[in-house]
């Protein structure tokens, strides 16, 4: 076999071992998507029902910025170890939402030596009190995302996960809030919290969405 013979062999031997190039994004897509859960977008962001931004959580190196529909900001939310710090836009320090045993928030003061709110486990939900231990509300799962009731058991909200949408809802099904950001059910569960003020509920849901683990250096 002459020497141009043999080259000519060799690259046919090597063009048709080689994958198609219609096969390589079959596999990267394949890749991509393989993960158990998808990260938040760069920006959660929560509408009502005639379509409004009312607030938005924009993501930043050491934590959050809580912003209203007209970009004005409301809060700061900043990782301190594991224990998130709520400010306020001059960064005056508002609160803390520390993580306890058992899976529990705890929210403090700006001073950090009293405990404002506890939201702790209870069964697969969860159960919200105040400084002196009383009930303010509960949280269970249900087929279509979460129910809010208040201590006397009354429902006050709904969280519906339907269609790449997450809604918080009137116990009669209007809207009072929406996102199409994957966020879990039990955390947009807080934003029904109406005795705590907005920093405090996004705080919670910002804790529960996104813990201290995956966050803080």
């Not at 998507?33 to 190196?61: I, Q």
């Not at 899976?103 to 939900?125: E, F």
Request: net charge positive; glycine share 8%.
């Amino acid at each position: 076999m002459t020497f141009r013979a043999l080259l000519l062999s060799l690259l046919l031997t090597a063009a048709c071992s080689r994958p198609s190039n219609s096969e390589a994004p079959s596999t990267q897509t394949q890749a991509a998507s393989a993960g158990d859960e998808v990260p938040l977008p760069g920006k959660l962001k929560f509408k009502d029902a005639d379509d409004r931004e009312r607030f938005s959580l924009k993501p930043k190196d050491d934590g959050a910025k809580l912003v209203d529909g007209d970009d004005r900001e409301l809060a700061r939310f900043k990782w301190k170890g594991t224990a998130l710090k709520v400010s306020g836009p001059d960064d005056t320090a508002l609160g803390y939402v520390l993580g306890s045993a058992g899976g529990a928030l705890t929210v403090r003061d700006g001073a950090q030596r009293q405990v404002l709110y506890t939201l702790a486990r209870q069964g697969s939900g969860w159960r919200l009190t105040d400084a002196k231990g009383a009930l303010l509300y509960t949280v269970s799962s249900d087929d279509e995302g979460a129910r809010i009731q208040d201590a006397s058991g009354t429902e006050v909200a709904r969280v519906k996960v339907r269609e790449g949408k997450v809604s918080l809802r009137e116990p009669g099904g209007k809207t009072l809030l929406a996102t199409k950001s994957l966020v879990r059910a039990d955390a947009a569960a807080c934003l029904a919290f109406e005795k705590l003020d907005l920093p405090f509920r996004v705080a919670l849901l910002h804790q529960l969405q996104t813990p201290p683990s995956e966050s803080a250096p």
